[in-house]
């Protein structure tokens, strides 16, 4: 009997591939906090079977790894926030061109890399805040007009080493041009209300308490703080409005979160598959209901707070261009005085 049981076990491993009998894996490095995207990895294991395998860490600190590790790195796909970080990513070689039908049909061509390195997976806008009781609308309308004299001493906003403002002006030089954009930042530079400091977050309130009148964030970080369970993040948020800047041209400037794959992957398939699945519909609801960012096609439904601030007009140029202009950007940026 005992003889039988291993006959039958030794030709069952003759017939069945090893690789059949392990589980799938992907392993994922993450510049995301983990409650902002595990729940995504977890639900693609629910659909899959295929076990994430998540590292997290700042955008900046994970790149200087993956260059460390080469080749022998063990993660499949890098996530991570903004164009400029994706793109020094791609300049570094870390990633790695990806064909999929899928991947295209899902992401528009502007937010994703023109050679398919990487894809957005959502959408940041970068807007205007203003003290409800201090200012009205109607006396805003571009990024460009706050350098207009009627600021000075009245702007917030945090440094010029922040990847977001660096990405800001590099969409200005694309599509204003560098001699116009270093104009702008030093009139700009002058009108802050006081050195830069903080995050995002720090601007709102440093607005909601009078510090200043108007301040540039990203938009998600006002959503964050309306639903937040701090009496008075809800407080200083609730007075403050959100503006749309450039309406009336190019659109208001939009960044991206996004994804690529490794040149040291050992699973592209699967990593295609989880790319696919964090821009499929599902996931995409679920980053504008839980991290209040705008899904990458518009006919994906959004959460109250994003409905609530409505429709807007974005800017379409290529993300790839605010990789490409990043170290212009900080150069004219450090010229004007912006600290």
Known sequence: MAFRTLFFSALLMLLVPPYSLAVAEVNVYSARQESLIKPLLDRFTEQTGAKINLVTGKGDALLTRLKSEGMNSPADVLLTVDAGRLYRAQEASILQ???????????PSHLRSADNQWYGLSVRARVIVFAKDRVKANQ???????????????????????IYNQSLVAGMIASQGMLKTEAWLKAFVANFARPPAGGDR???????SGQCDVAVVNSYYLGGMLLSDDQAQQTAASKVTLFWPNQKDRGTHVNISGAGITQSAKNIELAQKLIAFLASNESQEWYAERNNEFPVRDAVKVSTVLESWGPFVADTLNVTELGRNNAAAIMAMDRAGWK
Do not use: F, M
């Open 97 to 107: 061109a990806v064909e999929s039908d899928d991947l295209n049909r899902l992401i």
């Open 140 to 162: 805003l309308s571009t990024y460009e007009a706050l350098s207009d004299p009627q600021w000075q001493g009245k702007i917030c906003v945090r440094s010029s080493s922040n």
């Open 202 to 208: 720090d601007q709102i309130k440093a607005v909601a």
